[in-house]
C-alpha cells in the first residue's frame, strides 16, 4: 500500500504521499506541524477541523487545500481515504487507508491522554499501523496532567508574589494553547508572543474555551506586566525580546524535562513533563488498540520499540524520515515560530 521514497511516504496505487518532506503534486497531511506539512505541493487534504490553522501555515501556498471531517471517505485513484482523530493538536489526523481488502493507518503524531484543545485520538483497526516513536523509550512514563499543571501554576504564583515575570516555553501551535487552557488566570495575567497569539485566535474561532490573553508587546508598552505568565516559542530565550521584560524565570514544557539534565540543556529555571505524544506504555496500548500485525516505527527512538514489537510476534520494522520529531528542537521551534521573536512581536 505505502512504500517510503526520497519525498516520503509514497502510495502508489493512489498516486499521492502521506505528510511528504518535499514538495509533491497531492499531498495526504495528518496535522500543520512544519515536520508534516510542507510548503509547495500542489494539492493538500487534511482533516476538517485541521484546516484553518493549515492555511495559516501555508500561506499563499494554501490555495490548494480540501479538506473532510473525521470519518468521511475520499476515494482517490481506487485507494478509500479518511482522517481519524490523533490527539496531537487541532486538526491532528491518522489517515486510514483502504485498498482491495488491505487497511493500513498512518498515525502522524499522536497522544492518547486527555486534551480539551483536540479530539480525542481513538483507535483505528487495520493490518498495518505506521506509528510515530517520538518518546519510544521505557524511561519515558508521563506524570498525570492534574500533577503537571498544579506545578506549573504554583510556579507562577510563587513568582507572581516575588514580583517576577513568569516566561513558559513551548511550541506556538498546540502545546502553547494546552498550556493556556491549564493556566489559572486568577493568578495574573496571561500574555502571548505574536507566533503564539496568531494560533490562539484560530483556536478560539474553532470552538476551543482558552482564558483571555494579551499580545505581550502590548502589556510591555503599557508597562502592565506585573505578576504576568508569558507564553513564548522556545526560540525567544537569551533574545532581545525577552530582556524587555527584567526579572524574568523562565521554564519549559516538554515530554524531555523528564530526563534528568534537560533543564540544564535549554538553560531554563524550571522545567515540566508535558508531551503532545504518546509514552512508552501508552504507544505499546496504541499499537495493541488496532489490532495491527505489521507495524512500521519511524518518527523517533524507533529500535527499542521494534525490538519490544518484534519479541511479541509482530511483524515490526524501522522505515526512515528526514524528521526526528521534537528530536530535531531546531527545526520544530523554527517551525512553530514562523519567523525571529521580533518580527513576531
Known amino acids: 500500500m505505502l512504500r517510503t521514497t526520497d519525498r516520503g511516504l509514497y502510495c502508489e496505487a493512489g498516486d499521492f504521499h502521506i505528510d511528504p518532506w518535499a514538495p509533491v503534486a497531492r499531498a495526504v497531511v495528518t496535522h500543520a506541524h512544519g515536520d508534516h506539512l510542507t510548503w509547495g505541493c500542489e494539492s493538500y487534504l487534511v482533516s476538517e477541523t485541521g484546516a484553518a490553522v493549515s492555511r ?5 501556498w494554501g490555495a490548494g487545500l480540501e479538506s473532510m471531517p473525521y470519518g468521511d471517505t475520499r476515494t482517490i485513484n481506487g485507494v478509500r481515504v479518511s482522517f481519524h482523530p490523533a490527539g496531537h493538536i487541532l486538526g491532528s489526523a ?12 498512518v498515525s502522524g503524531d499522536y497522544k492518547t491522554d486527555p486534551d480539551p484543545t483536540c479530539a480525542p485520538w481513538e483507535p483505528v483497526r487495520c493490518h498495518t499501523f505506521i506509528t510515530e516513536s517520538t518518546f519510544g523509550l521505557p524511561i519515558y512514563r508521563w506524570p498525570s496532567q492534574q500533577q503537571v499543571f498544579a506545578e506549573i501554576n504554583a510556579w507562577w504564583a ?10 513558559l516555553c513551548a511550541y506556538a501551535l498546540g502545546k502553547a494553547q494546552r498550556l493556556l487552557a491549564g493556566l489559572d488566570p486568577s493568578i495574573g495575567p496571561i500574555l502571548t508572543h505574536g507566533a503564539v497569539e496568531r494560533m490562539t485566535a ?34 525567544v530565550t537569551g533574545s532581545t525580546w525577552l530582556r524587555r521584560f527584567g526579572d524574568v524565570r523562565t521554564a519549559f514544557a516538554s515530554g524531555w524535562m523528564r530526563v534528568r539534565g534537560a533543564r540544564r540543556r535549554r538553560g531554563v529555571d524550571a522545567g515540566f513533563t508535558l ?19 505489521r507495524v512500521w516505527v519511524t518518527h523517533g527512538f524507533t529500535g527499542p520499540v521494534v525490538q519490544w514489537l518484534t519479541g ?29 521573536p521580533e518580527a513576531s512581536a
Open 275 to 293: 508531551s503532545d505524544h504518546v509514552d512508552w506504555p501508552q504507544l505499546l496500548a496504541a499499537v495493541d488498540a488496532t489490532g495491527a500485525q
Open 94 to 105: 491518522q489517515v486510514r487507508l483502504e485498498y482491495r481488502g488491505e487497511v493500513w493507518v
Open 202 to 235: 484560530l483556536y478560539r474561532s474553532g470552538g476551543v474555551a482558552l482564558p483571555a490573553t494579551r499580545f505581550a508587546s502590548d502589556a510591555l508598552r503599557e508597562k502592565a506586566i506585573g505578576g504576568a505568565m508569558v507564553i513564548a516559542p522556545p526560540s
Open 158 to 167: 510563587a513568582n507572581a508574589a516575588a514580583g517576577q515575570v513568569s516566561l
Open 56 to 60: 495559516e501555515r501555508l500561506g499563499a
Open 312 to 340: 511479541r510476534g509482530l511483524d515490526a520494522r524501522t522505515i526512515a524520515t528526514r524528521w526526528e520529531g521534537e528530536r530535531d528542537d531546531a527545526a520544530v521551534d523554527a517551525a512553530e515560530s514562523d519567523a525571529t
